[in-house]
């Protein structure tokens, strides 16, 4: 619980970050993610942050939970339910960007997937997020499909689906 407005305040300066036209995420600031989205994780026990000195420089919601808009894509892995682990909302403190915080977030993901028994991951991102993809690429993920939908009630949305398995 300590760490929520912490969490809370990177969103917003992501937000921010994106109305100046620094990052390009494809978020909306009064609709996702919110301070609510990380109170909601915080008590589903799927909230994960990364601290650097004390200092909370990223965080994410890591769970089993595949969003419906998976059924629209086409995974190379017909993986079980319970074999998959996802990665939701990693976000990086603008201000630490480019200092191996994402990548080493998701090196904590594939981890904490293994010690769960999960060796098929899925993560998603909106098309929009070229810096995104970029590093999931670069971790050996791949881009299965592209789903057109209103996700995280934010419209118009290009789903980038992406997978690995481990």
């Given at each position: 619980?300590?760490?929520?407005?912490?969490?809370?305040?990177?969103?917003?300066?992501?937000?921010?970050?994106?109305?100046?036209?620094?990052?390009?995420?494809g978020?909306?600031?009064?609709?996702?993610?919110?301070?609510?989205?990380?109170?909601?994780a915080?008590?589903?026990?799927?909230?994960?942050?990364?601290?650097?000195?004390?200092?909370?420089?990223?965080?994410?919601?890591?769970?089993?939970t595949?969003?419906?808009?998976?059924?629209?894509?086409?995974?190379?892995?017909?993986?079980?339910?319970?074999?998959?682990?996802?990665?939701?909302?990693?976000?990086?403190?603008?201000q630490?960007?480019?200092?191996?915080?994402?990548?080493?977030?998701v090196?904590?993901?594939?981890?904490?997937?293994?010690?769960?028994?999960?060796?098929?991951?899925?993560?998603?991102?909106?098309?929009?997020?070229?810096?995104?993809?970029?590093l999931?690429?670069?971790?050996?993920?791949?881009?299965?499909?592209?789903?057109?939908?209103?996700?995280?009630?934010?419209?118009?949305?290009?789903?980038?689906?992406?997978?690995?398995?481990?």
């Amino acid at each position: 619980m300590q760490d929520i407005d912490a969490v809370a305040q990177i969103y917003e300066a992501v937000h921010d970050a994106e109305e100046a036209g620094a990052l390009c995420i494809g978020w909306d600031r009064s609709v996702y993610p919110v301070r609510q989205t990380a109170l909601a994780a915080l008590a589903r026990e799927d909230l994960f942050v990364e601290e650097e000195e004390g200092a909370v420089v990223a965080a994410a919601i890591i769970n089993q939970t595949q969003v419906p808009e998976y059924a629209l894509c086409s995974w190379e892995y017909p993986a079980q339910e319970n074999e998959v682990m996802v990665l939701h909302t990693l976000v990086v403190d603008p201000q630490a960007k480019g200092r191996g915080y994402g990548s080493r977030f998701v090196d904590f993901y594939e981890s904490y997937a293994l010690e769960h028994g999960c060796r098929y991951l899925r993560m998603d991102t909106n098309e929009r997020n070229a810096s995104a993809r970029a590093l999931y690429r670069n971790l050996g993920y791949r881009e299965v499909s592209i789903v057109p939908c209103a996700f995280n009630g934010i419209p118009g949305v290009q789903l980038v689906c992406l997978e690995k398995t481990l």
